[in-house]
């Protein structure tokens, strides 16, 4: 025993956990393997149930507010866009949840296309650094997608249609005469545009500035939506978007 060391520090380095040790056998890795594959196939399906979760919360809206803004003429056009209010907060909600999904989800396709396609399929060689971006991931973790690409997404394969809905009844709001208080009795009738303009109006925001502004956000979501890089493939024609 040493000199500078007495029983009682030997005791605590006795009673010090020690680190797990690494496989040492290729059954221990493969062991290995399973269970970390398990754990993140486990973290991509939550995170992807989450952002499903965000996606039925904005066809929820969508439909309430549909119906609350159609059902009588007395209802105000705002109530549209409110909606279009409440989906553009869900739709960015959804895009952070979807950064999460990205890094797990790459993970695991990493995992499946070099290891288990390997397993099941071999066409030569393992390559001795296919799990380096796993690797780096872990040491590191990172975001690989941007929040506006992961918005751009999320608004291209589901919000786009939303938006568009809110849109064509926002539309029918403003321009159909029996969709308005002061309508008549007579037959529905497609209003000139300066109604159309007059109807439009937000409180003490002039009607003109408010198309102005609805015209522009979906000018954004138009671009937003055809900006998405579709020669990625996750995302091309044809391929499963795991």
């Known amino acids: 025993m040493p000199a500078d060391m007495s029983p009682s520090s030997l005791s605590l380095e006795a009673r010090r956990p020690a680190s797990p040790p690494l496989p040492g056998t290729p059954v221990e890795t493969i062991n290995t393997m399973v269970h970390y594959y398990r754990g993140e196939l486990g973290r991509m399906a939550g995170w ?15 439909a309430a507010l549909l119906s609350v803004s159609l059902s009588t003429p007395t209802s105000h056009h705002g109530v549209l866009l409110f909606a279009m209010l409440l989906v553009t907060l869900l739709l960015l909600i959804e895009a952070r949840r979807y950064r999460f999904f990205d890094v797990y989800r790459a993970r695991v396709r990493q995992l499946e296309r070099f290891y288990f396609a390997e397993i099941l399929n071999p066409r030569g060689q393992l390559a001795l650094d296919w799990a380096a971006p796993i690797a780096k991931s872990l040491r590191k973790p990172d975001f690989l997608i941007s929040y506006r690409d992961a918005a751009c997404r999320r608004l291209r394969r589901n919000y786009c249609w939303m938006y568009l809905i ?46 102005v502004c609805v015209t522009l956000f979906y000018a954004a979501i138009a671009y937003g939506s055809l900006r998405v890089n579709m020669t990625d493939s996750e995302l091309a024609y044809g391929e499963v978007h795991v």
């Open 48 to 62: 992807r149930d989450r952002i499903d979760r965000t996606t039925n919360w904005a066809i929820t809206v969508v």
């Open 166 to 211: 809110l849109l064509l009844a926002w539309a029918l709001k403003i321009s159909s005469s029996t969709m308005q208080i002061q309508a008549g009795q007579g037959k529905d009738i497609a209003l000139a545009f300066e109604h159309v303009v007059a109807n439009a109006a937000l409180g003490p925001v002039p009607g003109s500035v408010v198309l």
